[in-house]
């Protein structure tokens, strides 16, 4: 089984700050995350998911939400 990262951890494979992903859950953005109580966890193929969801060819192609 493949170790969860925390915001912390997660964060810069995503490219933005811990802060930034945080509001990001709140207004239903960014890779899925897993919460246990009130811990959030994030699993590395959700963001490597997320990533590839986001991959365009030009600027202004848009981008799924």
Known sequence: MQKLLTT??????VGVRPKT???????GRGP????AG???AYDVSD???WKAGRRVSSTSQPVAA
Do not use: D, S
């Open 47 to 49: 963001i490597e998911a």
């Open 8 to 13: 912390k951890e997660a964060a810069p494979l």
């Open 21 to 27: 992903l945080e509001n990001w859950r709140v207004l």
């Open 32 to 35: 899925q995350h897993i919460r």
């Open 38 to 40: 009130r811990n959030i």
